[in-house]
């Protein structure tokens, strides 16, 4: 099973600033990763796919990039609807597996 | 678009059943899958169905996990038998072309007697 560990577990940013995150694979992956944003009692929103595409109306401040087995989600100019937790998901190989998340929370 | 429903409280060594209604354009998407998520393992895939042929099961889990669609009702149901505390998590169906594009709000289902 591929593990996905996640950096840092929280991200204390202030608003307008940006963030980045981290995903590091267990193993190399092909291009299939992707970003969900999870808020507490909501359904995880998916971001970015095959490591770099942004999904339908995602803001261009959200992206993506890396291959292998280290990813990066950047996020610019943070606003106060992106605090949230933040997950990756590889789906290379079955069990597809998730990041533990990155908390990013206000500073 | 996603509604799953079931009960919120199983006793152990019982079986959680759960299903998910799909309203809207949604329904359209390929892969219908069951993800949990709990504080001692996060989040973790249980099984998803592509197009509507053969289920594919989280190996940790297989021996106790049924996925069942019914495409021309738009729902789709999870069965988890000789269940234990370790199941208990919020459990989330998701339907997607490749990743998950739409995912319900999730259900809390406590394993406890």
């Known amino acids: 099973e591929i593990v996905l560990t996640q950096s840092p577990v929280t991200l204390s940013v202030s608003p307008g600033e940006r963030a980045t995150l981290s995903c590091r694979a267990s193993?190399?992956?092909?291009?299939?990763l992707g970003w969900y944003q999870h808020k507490p009692g909501q359904a995880p929103r998916l971001l970015i796919y095959?490591?770099?595409k942004r999904a339908t109306g995602i803001p261009a401040r959200f992206s993506g990039s890396g291959s292998g087995t280290d990813f990066t989600l950047t996020i610019d100019s943070l606003e106060p609807g992106d605090f949230a937790i933040y997950y990756c998901?590889?789906?290379?190989?079955?069990?597809?597996?998730f990041g533990q998340g990155t908390r990013v929370d206000i500073k | 678009q996603l509604r799953e429903s079931g009960p919120g409280l199983v006793r152990p060594s019982e079986t959680l059943s759960l299903s998910c209604t799909v309203s809207?354009?949604?329904?359209?998407?390929?892969?219908w899958s069951w993800i949990r998520q709990s504080p001692g393992r996060g989040m973790e895939f249980i099984a998803y169905?592509?197009?509507?042929?053969?289920?594919n099961y989280n190996p940790s889990l297989k021996s106790r996990v049924t996925m069942s669609a019914d495409m021309s009702k738009n729902q789709f149901s999870l069965r988890l038998t000789s269940v234990t505390a370790a199941d208990t998590a919020v459990y989330y169906c998701?339907?997607?072309?490749?990743?998950?594009?739409?995912w319900g709000r999730g259900t809390l289902v406590t394993v406890s007697s």
């Open positions: 998701a339907l997607g072309s490749w990743l998950m594009d739409f």
């Open positions: 809207g354009g949604s329904a359209r998407k390929t892969y």
């Open positions: 169905i592509y197009n509507g042929g053969s289920a």
């Open positions: 193993q190399s992956l092909r291009k299939d």
């Open positions: 095959d490591a770099s």
């Open positions: 998901q590889q789906r290379d190989y079955w069990p597809w597996t």
